[in-house]
């Protein structure tokens, strides 16, 4: 079947603006992850949903990220006011179960410009 | 706090090498480790997973070693190939079923 999904696969923005980055899950499974990929920073994980909860909010940088998963699938990473730190490759990934056994399978990302 | 190491940062070989790539963590309380590949632009594919009870695991060219004890993992890829080159990133998983990465190893393989 299909992998992970993500929409759109580049954004540019004006600091300031509000995003919405779309990650759409392996069908059936039931884990989500958000990570973000920046030069300076690596990879770092963001939120893991438990399908449409999210035990793990940890990795969120500030208030102005949030994130929700509707359906036990779709979610949606909204970042608000971007700011040039900002600018990424945001990188999303599932798993069937959740359970630390399980390989996390990744999506293309989204490239997040902010001028 | 659990920080993954990866050594060489860059490595350039001819085809036809085998070679061995190297990762180090600071928590030896991690639940399984993975390595994946990343080809520019893309996202990052699976390449082996090693649950903290292994000590390896093989797919086709690669082999994949752990040492949990000592906090080090080894990817072993035989008879390189141009298709191969990639960054090679190691993560290890944590409590909470997230995962912590290295800053990735980058190969690339000389026709």
């Known amino acids: 079947g299909a992998g992970v999904s993500q929409s759109p696969s580049n954004k540019v923005t004006e600091k300031g603006k509000d995003v919405e980055l779309r990650c759409d899950p392996i069908s059936g499974h039931t884990a989500l992850y958000w990570y973000r990929q920046s030069l300076g920073q690596g990879l770092e994980f963001l939120i893991y949903f438990q399908g449409n909860s999210a035990p793990d909010k940890s990795g969120l940088p500030s208030d102005r990220f949030s994130a929700e998963r509707t359906g036990g699938s779709v979610s949606t990473l909204t970042i608000q006011r971007t700011q040039q730190e900002d600018s990424a490759v945001y990188l999303c990934?599932?798993?069937?179960?959740?359970?630390?056994?399980?390989?996390?399978?990744f999506g293309p990302g989204t490239r997040l410009t902010v001028l | 706090k659990q920080e993954v190491t990866q050594i060489p940062a860059a490595l350039s070989v001819p085809e036809g090498e085998n070679l061995v790539l190297n990762c180090s963590f600071t928590d030896s309380a991690i639940y399984n480790l993975q390595w994946f590949r990343q080809d520019p632009g893309k996202g990052l594919t699976s390449l082996l997973l090693i649950q903290s009870s292994q000590r390896e695991q093989t797919s086709g060219r690669l082999n994949a070693s752990l040492d949990k004890s000592s906090g080090r993992s080894t990817l072993y890829i035989a008879a390189s190939q141009p298709g191969d080159s990639a960054t090679y990133l190691c993560a290890v998983i944590i409590g909470g079923n997230k995962l912590v990465f290295g800053a990735g190893t980058i190969l690339r393989v000389k026709s």
């Open positions: 990934a599932s798993s069937l179960t959740g359970v630390f056994t399980d390989t996390q399978y």
